[in-house]
């Protein structure tokens, strides 16, 4: 058992390695200071592993004229992820600095990007809801920041009627999503990680 986890982690090891070469990117943990979480409604930095964020996007499914959000972004290997699959535009909105500006680096410096990148510093409450058509999140926050997310995406759809998705990745606050008759699960999957895709309802 013990063997057969082992092998596990060593082909996820070498799956990162390739992706992050592929793509031109560091995305991976290191341990700094300022990785460290502020308190329990914000989530410290861990990267999706590249495995979970292809199928998830795939599943969504990602589409050309889509504006990708990945809320909470970190070093951005999601949003790395979603500019090689391509999309109408790419943003991730990170909380610390410095995990921004790395995110910035790597957004400049990758390869085979085929949609245009912004990387937003600030808190993801503050962010405009009123464009995007897709939004990642991977626990990267408390049960209050979700709340407040749905509700400025909520209000987002008001003032811009539209279809959007969500995919919940380790969705640990799931039952705020289902407080919110607004939206309809649409998928689900469990792998290593668990994933869920959620939708607006048409009509709102
Ligand atoms: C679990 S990591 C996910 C990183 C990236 N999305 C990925 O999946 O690879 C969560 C990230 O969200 C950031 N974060 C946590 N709370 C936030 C908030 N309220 N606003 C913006 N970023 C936040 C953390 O600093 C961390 O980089």
Not at 36 to 65: C, M, Q, V
Not at 138 to 164: C, D, H, K, M, Y
Not at 165 to 193: Q, S
Request: proline fraction near 4%; charged fraction near 25%.
């Amino acid at each position: 058992m013990r063997f057969r986890r082992k092998l596990q982690l060593d082909l996820y090891r070498a799956e990162s390695l390739f992706w992050e070469n592929w793509l031109g990117i560091r995305t991976r943990t290191t341990r700094l200071p300022y990785e460290r979480a502020r308190d329990t409604e914000h989530k410290i930095y861990t990267p999706t592993l590249y495995r979970t964020i292809f199928r998830t996007l795939r599943g969504l499914p990602l589409k050309e004229s889509d504006v990708f959000v990945d809320l909470g972004c970190g070093k951005g290997r999601v949003v790395c992820c979603a500019a090689y699959l391509g999309a109408a535009q790419v943003i991730g909105v990170e909380y610390i600095q410095e995990l921004c500006d790395i995110a910035v680096g790597n957004a400049e410096q990758m390869r085979h990007r085929k949609s245009p990148i912004m990387i937003k510093h600030g808190e993801v409450q503050d962010f405009d809801f009123s464009h995007g058509t897709v939004f990642f999140m991977n626990n990267s926050f408390g049960p209050g920041a979700v709340r407040t997310v749905l509700s400025r995406i909520e209000a987002g759809l008001r003032q811009n009627p539209r279809e959007i998705r969500i995919a919940y990745v380790t969705p640990a606050y799931g039952w705020a999503m289902k407080k919110n008759p607004w939206l309809e699960r649409y998928g689900f999957w469990k792998h290593l990680d668990v994933a869920m895709l959620w939708r607006s309802k048409p009509g709102l």
